[in-house]
């Protein structure tokens, strides 16, 4: 039972730890509009660390006052963790980050706990409300419904409120390393989005631990769940990443990852308000966390989660309405066995007696019209196919044999992908075992009666399941790859869209087209087909379709970052070498400014930037490469709150190195790039675990956040000098800042130029700095 409550009045509801779920949507979505309220809530600003963790402080005190009564206790820590960690090939740094961790377990205590994640703070200039702003308002109140709860839960729950997940999920790895609390956790939930609104997504759980995917089964009252999601995010074909791997990681602990994945083209934008998430969305997300959650609190596998961690599982939804998943030992056992029934059934067709012989060229032809088919549009391979055959072969053998080598060709997949050990290989099961069985039931009844219309509606029927799942699962990959492919700049997005509708066209097609074979006449088709193309081609090739809009129903923005930049160069003693200051812009999306140019005539390729390899970074104040960008002069920035940047002390170590020591002092974003000179090389330094780790073929990258009232950033490094000291010394220390928030993020020309962008852009900007010091 579902009841929904108006957002002052709240209802103690005592009911069995096994009665249906209580769940507020009024509430969380007040909880929802009053986070997003305060705007873009980037670490270190005042609307994160001040005035977002004391709303939530005051709801949690609410609740744990309302609930003091009951048979559960809420306990509440405000953490602000320091630390670093190695971080996807360089290296993370942060000083008093914020967490609010609410701990909820009976009153005679408990020792295994559940975590439940999200994140409050947001990428700089988007209010955050899918990404994560929802989570965090749809986990309290499953706070409040199980807090509230008059029967003793069986361990207890930790609700994570982390407020730096953005600056690559510092506060949820200062946690999980440091809090007293994370040595108790033993499995955990996170929520994300990688899109505004919509189904939440599990896209990636364990690693292994199949008992929680099989919570999730049992548990979820609206499933969505692709195992095919995990290998490709794990894979890393989706360029982003959520706290899931910081408590896989360095909590070694197993969990399921859900995210908002619908409409990501506004994910990360001004666009990502609370009037875009829908109720419904909202309502099935608190629906499935609270009943996972109580599910699993209630379980004994979280105290024996060690008994039940070994192997990983195959999972998937049919069409939201329950989730089908088993064992992947059981998953190779049921592809190998298809595929042997498979390989069993095209032996038998090649060598009956009535096939010897015959055919081969047929077979040739088809395979050869597949690979057609990946380069021209695909009439024109049946064309060719089906002009080429002898007719003494007839139309009925040719209907076969396509089917016989779409059936093939799925089972070669089907044997690849379970010898490679992946859980997707069950899309190929499903292709090959559904077709098989449906053509070998129809067998009688495709003799006697030919292509009939009473045989053309059983073998659909035969083949719906795999193809109703099959569309879901294409779905699922054009609204998640779509718009992401938008926010990518180092390759074409088209050929890769191209590439997979394809695939999409060709699999779609592989059980169906022998019908074309068994037609009276392919005439009519085949020109349908191929008006389509034609119109559809003229169409692109004309430009009619413009990528990007404005319109407030569905905005498609184009993504552009702008710094108003100031950039000092040092030499070997101090002295101001160089120095310049502009407008430095980077395309999001492989575009360019190919359509900001016409509107901004002064952003134009002879103002393209090129890498000067001699600086860390290409002498560019950016945590991350990127060769699509342009620099516009503009006067020079000082900000209110600039970097002190000071070598604090320079000594020769008894093993051969120089100590370099230094003290920064500085905004909440800033980053260090380190470059040691030819013949000179890092031995060790303050960060991580000690040992430097590369970040590019001769760089370090350091990135640093801190929360509010942080001291100043004290680190240290040891350089092994070259032989011969060159004319410009051992190494390049360069350090960035980044303005995100307050009164230093905004000057009077970054103004201006926003005012000229068109409104389908999007324009991401602040302040930023580059110090660059040889020593």
């Not at 599910?295 to 596998?301: C, D, I, K, P, R």
């Not at 074409?492 to 037609?519: E, G, K």
């Not at 160089?578 to 395309?587: C, K, M, Q, T």
């Not at 009232?709 to 040891?718: L, V």
Request: glycine letters at 6%.
């Amino acid at each position: 039972m579902l009841v929904l409550i108006g957002p002052c009045t709240w209802i103690w509801p005592y009911l069995s730890i096994f009665a249906d779920s209580l769940y507020a949507l009024s509430g969380t979505r007040k909880h929802l509009e009053r986070i997003t309220s305060v705007g873009p809530r980037p670490v270190g600003s005042r609307e994160n660390e001040v005035l977002t963790v004391n709303f939530l402080l005051e709801q949690i005190e609410y609740i744990k006052t309302i609930s003091a009564s009951g048979p559960n206790s809420v306990t509440v820590d405000v953490q602000r963790p320091t630390g670093s960690y190695k971080f996807l090939g360089g290296i993370t740094s942060y000083c008093k980050v914020s967490n609010i961790a609410v701990r909820l377990e009976p009153k005679a205590g408990a020792q295994h706990l559940m975590l439940a994640n999200c994140h409050f703070d947001t990428v700089a200039n988007s209010p955050g409300a899918s990404d994560d702003a929802v989570s965090c308002a749809v986990m309290l109140e499953v706070l409040h419904s199980l807090a509230n709860l008059s029967t003793p839960l069986r361990h207890g729950v930790v609700f994570l409120f982390n407020g730096a997940e953005e600056t690559m999920q510092q506060a949820s790895h200062g946690f999980i390393t440091q809090h007293p609390w994370a040595k108790q956790v033993r499995a955990f939930i996170n929520l994300e989005a990688v899109g505004v609104g919509g189904k939440e997504l599990v896209f990636q759980t364990g690693p292994e631990n199949p008992w929680l995917i099989q919570a999730y089964k049992h548990a979820a009252k609206h499933p969505f769940a692709s195992v095919v999601g995990q290998e490709i995010f794990q894979r890393r074909l989706i360029p982003s990443d959520t706290d899931f791997r910081i408590y896989r990681d360095f909590g070694n602990i197993p969990g399921i990852d859900l995210a908002f994945i619908e409409n990501g083209f506004i994910y990360h934008t001004k666009y990502d308000t609370p009037d875009r998430i829908l109720t419904d969305s909202i309502q099935r997300a608190g629906d499935n966390i609270l009943a996972v959650l109580k599910h699993l609190v209630m379980s004994e596998e979280l105290a024996d989660w060690s008994e039940y961690r070994h192997g990983n599982m195959v999972f998937f939804d049919l069409l939201g309405m329950v989730v089908v998943a088993y064992p992947a030992h059981v998953g190779t056992i049921i592809n190998y066995m298809t595929a042997i029934a498979t390989f069993l059934y095209l032996f038998k067709k090649c060598f009956h007696p009535s096939n010897m012989g015959k055919g081969s060229q047929e077979h040739i032809l088809i395979f050869y019209s597949w690979l057609v088919t990946l380069l021209t549009v695909i009439f024109v391979a049946f064309y060719h196919l089906k002009h080429t055959f002898s007719s003494g072969n007839g139309p009925f053998l040719v209907g076969e044999l396509y089917f016989d080598v779409s059936l093939l060709l799925w089972c070669g997949a089907l044997v690849y992908f379970t010898a490679h050990g992946l859980c997707s290989a069950y899309v190929p099961m499903l292709m090959v075992a559904f077709p098989l069985a449906t053509k070998l039931l129809l067998a009688r009844e495709f003799k006697l009666r030919g292509a009939s219309v009473k045989y053309s509606v059983l073998y659909q029927l035969g083949l719906a399941l795999p193809y109703v799942h099959f569309m879901s699962l294409i779905w699922l990959v054009f609204e998640i790859f779509t718009p992401t492919l938008g926010r990518i700049n180092t390759y074409p997005p088209d050929v890769v869209l191209a590439t997979i509708v394809t695939f999409t066209t060709l699999f779609f097609s592989s059980f169906f087209l022998h019908f074309i074979y068994l037609a009276r006449s392919t005439k009519w088709l085949l020109a349908g087909l191929g008006t389509v193309f034609t119109v559809f081609l003229l169409l692109v090739s004309c430009g009619m379709f413009f990528p990007y809009t404005a319109d407030p129903s569905g905005p498609r923005p184009k993504r552009v970052s702008i710094q108003h930049t100031t950039r000092i160069f040092h030499g070997l003693e101090g002295q101001v070498e160089s120095r310049d200051s502009g407008l430095w812009i980077n395309s999001c999306d492989y575009t360019g400014m190919q359509h900001i140019t016409p509107i901004i005539p002064e952003i134009n390729d002879t103002i393209k930037t090129n890498c000067q390899e001699d600086r860390p970074f290409c002498g560019f104040p950016w945590f991350g490469s990127d060769k699509n960008n342009w620099f516009l002069p503009a006067p020079e920035v000082f900000p209110k709150s600039p970097v002190e940047f000071q070598l604090l002390s320079k000594e020769e170590t008894k093993w051969g190195t120089v100590r370099l020591t230094f003290e920064v002092k500085g905004p909440s974003h800033m980053s260090l790039y380190l470059m040691p000179h030819r013949g000179a090389s890092l031995s060790s330094w303050w960060f991580g675990d000690g040992t430097p780790q590369l970040y590019l073929a001769r760089e370090y990258f350091i990135f640093y956040t801190h929360g509010l009232d942080a001291p100043a950033w004290n680190f240290w490094f040891e350089i092994q000098p070259p032989s011969e000291e060159g004319p410009e010394g051992m190494i390049s220390v360069a350090i960035s800042s980044h303005y995100y928030f307050g009164e230093d993020q905004r000057t009077v020309q970054l103004d201006d130029m926003l005012q000229r962008f068109p409104k389908w852009a999007f324009p991401s900007s602040w302040v930023s700095t580059y110090h660059m010091y040889r020593y």
